[in-house]
């Protein structure tokens, strides 16, 4: 279970700026909602634990139980479904107490990312990869957890996690051909499916993921109001922003205007309260993250290795990307958390899950 380590080799680098990530969100939250500081703080304490002791167990012997990860995630997802608590009209949550809230789709991303890893390696030949077969039952297997959290209904969550796993495919060696006829598919299914949801009795989604959705390719016609606050919010931050000025001013947060920004519109009260400078230093330390993710991924001493730190990597990109993308309005409304700032244990988790088996990976040495 436990392997040498190589603790020349271990990246502190990655660590490091982990942890202080994690610390600045705890100190963002504060500005956000400041009663759920001392929650994000515990949590933030609880996620490094976890990642310290991730990253000393052997990544091949997680990788072995696979299957039975693959199971136990189905197994919470339709726990979730049929036992989780409904708010908003959306099941997504277990509630355990008044402090502890589990969200099983979180801890999916990381999941199906471990799952992926050891079943591509299984596969690791490119004419194997990319026959029909393979790739039918590779859409099988991720398909199911995918549809149970869709259901959860959360959208946002199961575009990203997709997004993940046709990298990691990719990443393994898919012949270009399939990717090609691939495109060639989505690209019209694409257009077909923004003129069906915009029918009356259309099936396919809720009312308010087409409004998003619309809202982000007529915007002049449907307008989204917190995207429209959250703009504006970044924009008042200005250069410097206001955390640390002398100003008595309301801020847009102290306004209420945007609904839970400690969690999906956490970005704004960074642009807000910290500026553009503030901004451009937390999107350059998450990017560093990725960078390190990717330089483990690229010198794994085997094909598991590097796919789960692509992985972790890649999940961390397009969720930050998603994440912001939204709160500037560069994308439609989705609700997706900002990796280690958002508020909320079961994202705090699961990147720690993620980032400790990186580090695992970073710091093995072969056995003598």
Same mark, same amino acid.
């Given at each position: ?131 029909? +077969? ?5 859409? *099988?297997? &991720?398909? #199911?957890? $995918? %549809? ?7 959208? /946002? ?116 309260? +910290? ?5 451009? *230093?937390? &999107?350059? #330390?998450? $990017? %560093? ?7 483990? /991924? ?33 994308l439609p409304n989705t609700g997706i958390p900002l990796p280690f700032i958002s508020y909320g244990l079961s994202s705090l988790l699961s990147v720690a899950l993620g980032i400790g088996i990186v580090l ?9």
């Amino acid at each position: 279970m436990f392997t040498k380590l190589s603790f020349k080799k271990y990246n502190y680098l990655l660590f490091i700026l982990v942890t202080a990530v994690m610390f600045f969100g705890v100190y963002v939250i504060s500005f956000a909602k400041a009663s759920l500081t001392n929650k994000q703080l515990i949590g933030v304490l609880m996620a490094i634990v976890v990642m310290l002791v991730l990253s000393f167990i052997d990544y091949h012997f997680i990788c072995k139980l696979y299957w039975v990860i693959y199971i136990v995630n189905i197994v919470m997802l339709l726990a979730v479904l049929l036992f989780g608590k409904e708010v908003n009209n959306a099941k997504r949550w277990f509630v355990v107490s008044d402090f502890l809230t589990v969200q099983p789709s979180e801890l999916s991303k990381i999941l199906l990312i471990i799952f992926v890893a050891m079943y591509l390696c299984k596969k690791n030949d490119e004419e194997k990869l990319s026959t029909p +077969f393979t790739v039918i039952k590779y859409l *099988v297997f &991720i398909g #199911i957890p $995918l %549809l149970l959290i869709f259901r959860q209904p959360d959208l /946002s969550t199961t575009l990203c996690i997709t997004f993940v796993l046709m990298t990691l495919y990719y990443i393994s060696g898919l012949s270009y051909k399939v990717i090609l006829i691939a495109v060639l598919i989505l690209v019209p299914f694409a257009s077909v499916f923004i003129w069906y949801i915009q029918q009356p009795d259309q099936k396919l989604l809720y009312s308010h993921q087409v409004s998003r959705i619309l809202s982000f390719i007529y915007p002049s016609e449907y307008g989204d109001a917190q995207q429209d606050n959250s703009v504006m919010a970044i924009g008042s931050g200005g250069l410097d922003g206001k955390a640390f000025s002398d100003s008595d001013a309301t801020t847009v947060t102290d306004s209420n205007l945007i609904s839970e920004q400690q969690t999906d519109f956490i970005f704004s009260v960074v642009g807000e309260e +910290f500026g553009f400078k503030g901004s451009v *230093v937390l &999107i350059a #330390i998450l $990017l %560093l993250i990725v960078l390190q993710c990717i330089r483990v /991924s690229r010198r794994a001493r085997d094909m598991e290795g590097s796919l789960l730190a692509a992985g972790v990597g890649c999940l961390i990109g397009f969720q930050s990307f998603i994440n912001i993308g939204v709160a500037t309005s560069v994308l439609p409304n989705t609700g997706i958390p900002l990796p280690f700032i958002s508020y909320g244990l079961s994202s705090l988790l699961s990147v720690a899950l993620g980032i400790g088996i990186v580090l695992n990976v970073s710091a093995q040495v072969k056995k003598f």
